[in-house]
C-alpha cells in the first residue's frame, strides 16, 4: 500500500503547479484521496479531497477557488492544480486516503500517508 506524492518545486508568487498522486497496492478502486500541507512552524492542515465515485469534493475555505483537485481512475492518480499561487501556500504537502461524506463537507486522513514534496513560492 504505497501513495507516491511528486511535482512540487519553487514557483513565483502567482504562478501555478500541479501536484500528482499515485496509489498502489490497495486492493479496491474506491478510495477518498485528499492534499494535506503544513508550513514551516504551523500544523497539518487539509486543504482539497475528492471522493472515488460520487464527485464529491472538499476544498478549505482558504483556497478562495485558486486550487482544483482532480483524479484519473485508470491512472490511480489524484491531481492538485494549483493557481495564483502565494508566498502562504509555501509548505510540505502530502496525499492521504481520506474518509470524507457525500456532501463534501468533512475530509478527515487515515493512517495511509504519501512522502510529501516541498512547494515554495517565492521571488
Known amino acids: 500500500v504505497q501513495l507516491q506524492a511528486s511535482g512540487g518545486g519553487l514557483v513565483q508568487p502567482g504562478g501555478s503547479m500541479r501536484l500528482s498522486c499515485v496509489a498502489s497496492?490497495?486492493?479496491?478502486?474506491?478510495?477518498?484521496i485528499g492534499w494535506f500541507r503544513q508550513a514551516p512552524g504551523k500544523g497539518r492542515e487539509a486543504v482539497s479531497c475528492?471522493?472515488?465515485?460520487?464527485?464529491?469534493?472538499y476544498n478549505a475555505n482558504f483556497l478562495r477557488g485558486r486550487f482544483t483537485i482532480s483524479r484519473d481512475n485508470a491512472k490511480n492518480t489524484v491531481y492538485l492544480q494549483m493557481d495564483g499561487l502565494e508566498p502562504e501556500d509555501t509548505a510540505v504537502y502530502y496525499c492521504?486516503?481520506?474518509?470524507?461524506?457525500?456532501?463534501?463537507?468533512?475530509?478527515?486522513?487515515?493512517?495511509?500517508w504519501g512522502q510529501g514534496t516541498l512547494v515554495t513560492v517565492s521571488s
Open positions: 492521504a486516503v481520506v474518509n470524507m461524506d457525500f456532501s463534501g463537507t468533512y475530509c478527515d486522513p487515515t493512517d495511509y
Open positions: 475528492i471522493s472515488s465515485g460520487f464527485g464529491a469534493t
Open positions: 497496492g490497495f486492493t479496491s478502486d474506491h478510495i477518498d
